[in-house]
């Protein structure tokens, strides 16, 4: 635990629950792809793999992004706002899905009329992707 | 207060402080430009006036992003995510200046061999940016 630099911990600013806000960016198309949680332990995880993983508020544990999926995000680049307590992190998406629910992104609802319609195509259903275990988001 | 359809923000998943996390992304570029937090009544703004409102939480009142460096934020769309905590605008960037600091992006920091590194320019200092007044983020 002690290969990642302090330097680098201590300019985030984490929240009360030891949490910074991720966004994540598709590298090609610049798509946002999801927003997710970072604890320290998942931003090192990230660092040291190459890959996102993530802490789930609603589990309460890490969790590498594709681990039951296999849609991974491979990590090319991570920025860090000006207050510290953000961080973009710039993927290549690998099976081009990001959400749970089978679209390309989770943000397939545009705000119109009022109301947030589905714009976007469910490219795999979920049934598809968590063929042999459930639990990911 | 009652133009706003309830279907809208009911589909909101509001967090424990009744806020939703927007993030804020340049149409022409898709570059991200800032997260923020918005209630019910900077959503209900931002949608009336078609202007980018945040909530500060920490100076807990809501804000209109430019009020005193006019570097306000056309939105011309809004997505919102699967668990419905997170919106993404899609804003015009007025002045090219996002960040109090002067920076396009509030994301002007990257990670590079442990630490995060500045790498994008100041365009205009803050004293240029709050001449008169001074206080927003």
Same mark, same amino acid.
């Given at each position: 635990?002690q290969?990642?630099a302090? =330097?680098l911990m201590?300019?985030?600013?984490?929240?009360s629950?030891?949490?910074?806000?991720a =966004?994540?960016?598709e590298?090609?198309s610049?798509?946002?792809?999801?927003v997710?949680?970072?604890n320290?332990?998942?931003?090192? +995880?990230?660092?040291e &793999? %190459?890959?996102?993983?993530?802490?789930s508020r609603?589990r309460?544990k890490?969790?590498?992004? %594709?681990?039951q #999926?296999g849609?991974?995000q491979? =990590?090319f680049?991570?920025?860090?706002?000006c207050d %510290?307590? /953000?961080i973009v992190?710039?993927?290549e998406?690998l %099976?081009?899905? /990001?959400? +749970?629910t089978g679209?390309a #992104?989770c943000?397939?609802?545009?705000?119109?009329?009022?109301n947030?319609?589905?714009?976007?195509p469910i490219i795999? &259903?979920?049934?598809?992707?968590? &063929?042999s275990?459930s639990?990911e988001?």
């Amino acid at each position: 635990m002690q290969i990642v630099a302090n =330097v680098l911990m201590e300019t985030i600013n984490w929240d009360s629950n030891g949490l910074v806000c991720a =966004v994540v960016q598709e590298r090609h198309s610049l798509r946002i792809l999801m927003v997710a949680w970072m604890n320290a332990e998942a931003l090192q +995880h990230t660092i040291e &793999s %190459g890959y996102a993983h993530y802490y789930s508020r609603s589990r309460r544990k890490l969790w590498m992004k %594709g681990e039951q #999926s296999g849609h991974r995000q491979k =990590v090319f680049e991570m920025r860090l706002d000006c207050d %510290g307590d /953000a961080i973009v992190l710039l993927v290549e998406q690998l %099976g081009d899905i /990001a959400c +749970h629910t089978g679209h390309a #992104s989770c943000f397939y609802r545009i705000y119109q009329q009022q109301n947030w319609q589905i714009v976007d195509p469910i490219i795999k &259903s979920e049934d598809e992707i968590y &063929s042999s275990q459930s639990n990911e988001q």
